[in-house]
């Protein structure tokens, strides 16, 4: 007695093919254009270059702030961003941010800054971008700080890149309300002081981003955290040694969670019930049963195409037979 019948198979085999067609363009997100410019070609200068004891805070006033600044050079263009540049902060606790990038409309790039000791309290961020677009923010060191590490609100199109914040009281990398980002090879550890409040990597009300190749490791809390946040790529990530590994909540729907290393954790991952049409495949827990614990709490989670076209091929083979035997 065959199991399928020759139109059952025709389906599932499609769908496995389209399955094996699509799954390239679902793991990492390509590159945006505005991330594949000469920014990256520019040679530094050595750190600790400048020593700060100011807070920087440029709103919309990028040319007043060239001429004002050694630090910064550049006009703002594609092929020639204003620049922050080799700067040490250390110990700055004025109840500010320390670096505030806000309404900007020009291409800029922070990098190869250090920051550390600084910030009054948990609202503080060490790099703040708020209401901004085309920067990059590439090979700093933030640690030992209160508050957050880099933080984007209202901002889109940043890039965040090859930076390593530790120690800090709260999050590494947070997006509020921002769009359309590319968080790259960070590493965000050993953040925070308690188990509500230590977060490698967090996305709230953000969605269209791409979070990958990070190392979310050793924070108190959670490695990565997205709330009411959907349609985000969080692929190839190494989230290891945290209270819970990653979560999804407040409504963070169809997002693709592939290819993270999850091991070690407390718990490795939670999707609440509200949370729909998430993609969560090749992801890795270690000991834990991951896939089929997740399939009994987390409703609407796709693991694989192939695993649906399994289950829908074996409830029309039920149909045919129910059909075939009302016949008879």
Same mark, same amino acid.
């Given at each position: 007695?065959k ?9 599932t085999?499609?769908?496995l093919f ?7 363009f679902?793991v990492?997100?390509p590159i945006?254009?505005?991330?594949k410019?000469?920014?990256?070609t520019l ?7 400048w020593i700060?004891?100011?807070e920087?805070h440029?709103?919309?006033?990028w ?11 550049g006009?703002g263009?594609?092929?020639?961003p204003f620049i ?6 250390k110990?700055?606790?004025?109840g ?20 550390? =000791? ?6 503080n961020?060490?790099i703040?971008?708020?209401?901004s ?7 700093n060191?933030i $640690?030992?700080?209160?508050?957050? =590490?880099? $933080?984007?609100?209202?901002s ?8 390593t914040l530790?120690?800090n009281?709260?999050i590494?990398?947070?997006l509020?309300e921002?769009?359309?980002?590319y ?5 965000a550890?050993?953040?925070g002081?308690?188990?509500a409040?230590g977060? =490698?990597?967090?996305l709230?009300k953000?969605?269209?981003?791409s979070?990958?190749?990070?190392t ?12 009411n ?9 190494t989230?290891?040694y ?8 407040? $409504?963070?729907?169809f997002?693709?969670?592939i290819?993270?290393?999850?091991? +070690?954790?407390?718990y ?7 949370s +729909?049409g ?11 049963g991951? +896939? ?6 987390a409703?609407?989670i796709?693991f694989s ?7 829908i ?6 149909k045919?037979k129910?059909e075939?035997?009302?016949l008879k």
């Amino acid at each position: 007695m065959k199991f399928f019948d020759e139109h059952t198979l025709y389906f599932t085999s499609f769908i496995l093919f389209f399955w094996l067609i699509t799954f390239n363009f679902l793991v990492v997100s390509p590159i945006p254009t505005i991330f594949k410019s000469n920014f990256f070609t520019l040679t530094p200068k050595l750190s600790n270059y400048w020593i700060i004891t100011n807070e920087i805070h440029i709103d919309n006033n990028w040319s007043a702030s060239e001429a004002y600044y050694d630090f910064i050079s550049g006009s703002g263009t594609f092929n020639d961003p204003f620049i922050i540049e080799n700067i040490t902060i250390k110990n700055l606790k004025n109840g500010n941010n320390v670096i505030t990038i806000e309404n900007s409309l020009d291409y800029f790039i922070i990098r190869n800054c250090k920051i550390t =000791g600084s910030g009054a309290s948990i609202y503080n961020a060490e790099i703040n971008i708020i209401n901004s677009t085309k920067g990059i923010i590439i090979n700093n060191t933030i $640690s030992s700080n209160v508050g957050t =590490g880099i $933080s984007l609100i209202k901002s889109n199109n940043i890039s965040i890149t090859e930076n390593t914040l530790f120690n800090n009281s709260y999050i590494g990398i947070g997006l509020n309300e921002s769009q359309n980002n590319y968080v790259y090879n960070n590493i965000a550890t050993y953040n925070g002081r308690s188990i509500a409040s230590g977060f =490698g990597i967090i996305l709230f009300k953000s969605h269209n981003n791409s979070v990958s190749r990070n190392t979310a490791s050793y924070n108190t809390a959670i490695g990565i955290l997205l709330g009411n946040s959907s349609y985000n790529n969080i692929t190839l990530n190494t989230v290891n040694y945290n209270y819970l590994g990653v979560r999804l909540t407040q $409504s963070s729907n169809f997002n693709n969670i592939i290819e993270n290393n999850l091991k +070690e954790n407390t718990y490795c991952f939670i999707v609440d019930t509200d949370s +729909e049409g998430n993609v969560l495949k090749d992801n890795d827990c270690g000991s834990i049963g991951f +896939e089929f614990y997740f399939f009994l709490i987390a409703f609407g989670i796709v693991f694989s195409l192939s695993f649906i076209g399994l289950i829908i091929a074996i409830k029309r083979r039920r149909k045919i037979k129910k059909e075939r035997k009302t016949l008879k």
